[in-house]
């Protein structure tokens, strides 16, 4: 975390005056970059921990997490979220196709939906994976 987090730091303030360069956010940029370099702050630490750090210098990490239990509950999580989103997509494609035109929903905020399904699915299957054991 020694480099990451200064390196993470910078990249997401470079990234928030980009934006606030580009005009991305309307009338006032200063505050548009803020909010960019807020927001970006953190996954841009976490992209160099990932890309930088090196997992055999930390002490206790799993020499193999490929291998690892959790990361088997994961693959086994996501695998059948999968097949939640297909049903439950199918199954809503197929109600909303006799749905008429004026109540018809947004597509953003159908896949905003998606998205969500996906999320509760795979943490419900991976909490109930790891009951499990």
């Known amino acids: 975390m020694g480099i990451a987090l200064p390196c993470g730091i910078m990249i997401g303030a470079l990234l928030g005056v980009l934006a606030a360069l580009l005009g991305v956010g309307g009338p006032n940029p200063v505050l548009v970059g803020a909010v960019f370099a807020v927001c ?25 997490p490929e291998e690892s239990v959790e990361a088997g509950w994961y693959e086994k999580a996501a695998a059948g979220a999968l097949t939640d989103i ?12 006799f749905v008429p035109e004026k109540f018809a929903f947004e597509p953003g905020l159908l896949l905003a939906g998606v998205i969500t399904l996906a999320f509760v699915s795979v943490a419900a299957r991976y909490l109930l994976q790891r009951r499990r054991g």
Do not use: I, K, Q
């Open 40 to 64: 970006l702050a953190a996954p841009s630490t976490m992209l160099v921990y990932l890309f930088v750090v090196d997992r055999s210098t930390m002490r206790g990490a799993a020499e193999r």
């Open 86 to 97: 297909v049903l439950v997509a199918g199954v809503t494609a197929t109600v909303l196709s």
